[in-house]
């Protein structure tokens, strides 16, 4: 299993312009989230997915869009970049047993985005 | 508020020593609680999940007072290598997990 992968790891944007950041999992695993790290800052939650079809904001989904279309793929949408999403994104999946809580999220690398 | 605070350190431990950590959570429905470990520019991994009786896992014990709303780390005869970014992390449900900021613990010689 490759596990969570995100493409690409490293990202330069101009103001205004719009990128997808992909993220896949081969773990069948039904939960998927994307996150935010700045400098100093903990992980915060951008827009998550308990399924195929269905997502749900998190902490600071502004400025960002999600889809679900497959088990497998969450990608995260810029519509259009500012510096203040300079930032590092992971995108994280987990499972849960049935009737039972999210268990383990496991990470992507990150991708590194910088926004001038 | 914060819905996960985490006092950001660092702490300045020498190595052999105990050092604990603290958490707090704002919402009184959260359902699962973990501690996850971040070493520099990687990404997180689970170090334990946290149940209501506390566990112990080697040399790292993990407690959650429900009532008072905190989750507690501790650390026994530190090592080098455990220095890294502790980060809390709790399960609000529905597949929504909130992050502290994280908590830098660096272990000296």
């Known amino acids: 299993n490759a596990g969570v992968t995100q493409t690409p790891k490293f990202q330069v944007l101009k103001t205004g312009q719009s990128m997808t950041l992909q993220c896949a999992q081969d773990m069948n695993h039904e939960y998927m989230s994307w996150y935010r790290q700045d400098p100093g800052m903990g992980l915060r939650l951008i827009h998550y997915s308990v399924g195929a079809g269905i997502t749900d904001q998190g902490e600071v989904p502004n400025g960002y869009n999600v889809s679900r279309s497959t088990t497998e793929d969450f990608p995260l949408r810029l519509l259009s970049a500012a510096p203040s999403q300079t930032s590092v994104y992971f995108c994280?999946?987990?499972?849960?047993?049935?009737?039972?809580?999210?268990?383990?999220?496991?990470f992507g690398p990150g991708t590194r985005l910088t926004v001038t | 508020r914060k819905e996960v605070e985490q006092d950001p350190g660092p702490f300045n431990v020498p190595e052999g020593a105990t050092v604990a950590f603290n958490c707090t959570y704002s919402n009184s429905a959260s359902q699962s609680f973990f501690w996850y470990r971040q070493d520099c520019r990687k990404e997180p991994k689970l170090l334990m999940s946290v149940y209501s009786s506390g566990n112990e896992d080697g040399r790292f014990t993990a407690q959650l007072n429900r009532a008072s709303q905190y989750i507690s780390l501790l650390i026994r005869d530190s090592k080098l290598s455990d220095s890294a970014t502790y980060l809390c992390?709790?399960?609000?449900?529905?597949?929504?997990?909130?992050f502290g900021q994280g908590t830098t613990l660096q272990v000296k010689p």
């Open positions: 994280a999946s987990s499972y849960s047993r049935q009737g039972e809580s999210p268990y383990e999220q496991y």
């Open positions: 992390v709790v399960n609000m449900g529905t597949g929504k997990l909130i």
